[in-house]
């Protein structure tokens, strides 16, 4: 089975709420595990411009805020539905996300 990792950048107040959302409809399994998932803690930075409706800051400011990468593998074929769920609870108008192929270890 192919798997992806999916990276998303999430404010901490919201971290939690993502990596469930995503957990429940399939990503961080690993064998009998279910949920898993890695995250760090950094800072994002960002200037929303004319037409944005930000969750955090304000039109034309620059802003940072304390965030969490979150990577959780899935399968491929069921990446598109995590990413809607990932979507429907992330707080951010644009949420910034990276799709990453995989390859097993029988691959090698």
Avoid: T
């Avoid at 998932?37 to 955090?56: E, M, N, Q, T």
């Amino acid at each position: 089975m192919k798997q992806v990792k999916i990276v998303v950048f999430v404010p901490e107040s919201h971290a939690n709420q993502v990596r469930q959302a995503m957990g429940y409809v399939g990503a961080g399994k690993i064998g009998n595990y279910s949920h898993c998932a890695f995250s760090s803690k950094g800072i994002g930075r960002f200037k929303p411009l004319d037409g944005a409706h930000p969750f955090i800051g304000e039109v034309g400011k620059l802003e940072e805020v304390e965030e969490e990468k979150l990577e959780m593998i899935c399968p491929k074929d069921k990446a598109k539905e995590v990413i809607a769920a990932m979507k429907k609870v992330h707080p951010y108008e644009e949420v910034a996300f990276d799709i990453y192929p995989l390859i097993s270890e029988e691959e090698l």
